[in-house]
């Protein structure tokens, strides 16, 4: 008998790219031999959780964080029924917003089923998309802003199963109204389910958001404690919508894959609305500083509902890349759209006083450099 010499993966896996969607701040540390002296590439908040938050976190480290957490995540749940004014029913916790996507991708895409995003959005949709084997169709940006009327059209003609949307969008932090995206959202076919993302939904202008008990039964909505609470690494967010579309989720998630850290630090995150608030006021006064290092050199801020903010370099994709590429060698980490259109650009993070300093002085020689 003829045996195959290795174990066999599936050619669907053997033929994705080996590509990912980020390459972190650390690989690129370990391979420049030190260590970024300004991290203001991957949108974390860099003001952190609470003091409240960082005490249960740490209360918990000492006590429980070594069990199994409770795999309904009930607490968290309950809190966030009531700060959503929703159902608990209508909530699922999730490995971040990243996982959840996974989550959904795995209920709804199989081998080539279609599925709808904009040219250059947020990478990690596509990921899951490529690993289940569904097509992706991509629809450019149209003014810096995800296109409403260009992704209907797509959906429509696609009969995508899925379609995805930012709101505020990263990587240019642009938004729509609520009432725009409410009237996108009915106007989809019916059998096409609109994924809503609200990673800043807490950065958001209050219209921007539609009100958080609109679920209609073709829209799953997901937020995270990632950015404007501070806690990207606990990895914890969530997902709500009409009861129907949350329930199936029980059947495909991580049952344990949420910490019990996480759960318990968004309980106090929840409750400590004024730290949120304070931090809110930052973003804004940070937003404002980029702005203002932007315009000092030439470049055009992009107006932004987030916690960073988009330049236009004013030039090609390359010359885009060589600016952040010299930035990098002065030890600030900034990261930059890689879509033609968007490429012209570089993506800034708010970060510390201290952070903003070191990039207002590296910015003109990273300018100067990358002309030279
Ligand atoms: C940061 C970000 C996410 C990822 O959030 P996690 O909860 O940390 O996985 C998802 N979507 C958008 C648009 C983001 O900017």
Redesign the pocket.
């Known amino acids: 008998m003829v045996h195959n010499t290795a174990p066999k993966r599936l050619d669907l896996i053997e033929n994705l790219p080996s590509t990912v969607p980020f390459v972190g701040p650390e690989t690129q540390e370990r391979a420049l031999g030190t260590v970024f002296k300004a991290r203001l590439g991957a949108?974390e908040s860099a003001f952190g959780p609470s003091a409240l938050v960082k005490t249960a976190m740490a209360d918990c480290a000492y006590s429980d964080v070594w069990k199994y957490a409770d795999p309904e995540n009930f607490e968290l749940r309950s809190a966030l029924a009531d700060h959503l004014s929703l159902d608990m029913k209508q909530i699922v916790i999730g490995e971040?917003?990243?996982?959840l996507l996974g989550t959904i991708v795995r209920q709804y895409v199989g081998l080539n089923t279609p599925v709808v995003t904009s040219l250059g959005a947020?990478p990690?949709f596509n990921y899951h998309v490529a690993i289940a084997g569904g097509t992706v169709h991509a629809v450019p940006f149209k003014e810096d802003k995800e296109d409403l009327d260009a992704l209907l059209d797509c959906a429509k003609r696609a009969h995508a199963a899925l379609v995805y949307l930012?709101n505020p969008?990263?990587p240019m932090g642009t938004w729509w109204q609520a009432d725009q995206i409410m009237a996108f959202a009915s106007a989809l076919p019916a059998d096409s389910l609109l994924i809503l993302?609200e990673?800043?939904g807490e950065t958001a202008p209050q219209n921007a958001l539609p009100p958080s008990d609109w679920c209609p039964h073709n829209v799953i909505r997901?937020r995270?404690?990632?950015?404007a609470y501070g806690l990207?690494g606990l990895?914890c967010?969530y997902a709500f919508g009409a009861e129907a579309l949350i329930a199936p989720f029980e059947k495909v998630r991580s049952h344990f894959g949420v910490n019990i850290m996480a759960q318990r630090a968004g309980v106090v995150a929840l409750k400590d609305q004024s730290y949120l608030q304070h931090v809110i006021t930052t973003l804004e006064e940070g937003r404002e500083t980029l702005s203002d290092i932007a315009i000092d050199n030439a470049f055009k801020p992009i107006p932004s509902a987030t916690n960073f903010v988009t330049m236009d370099c004013g030039r090609d994709g390359a010359f885009a890349m060589r600016v952040l590429q010299e930035l990098t060698k002065q030890g600030v980490f900034v990261r930059k759209p890689m879509a033609p259109i968007l490429d012209r650009c570089i993506r800034i993070s708010v970060g510390p006083q201290k952070e903003l300093d070191i990039l207002r002085h590296a910015l003109p020689i990273a300018i100067e450099n990358a002309q030279g």
């Open positions: 949108n971040g917003i990243d996982g947020y990690t930012s969008d990263n993302d990673a800043y997901t995270t404690f990632s950015k990207a990895r967010g």
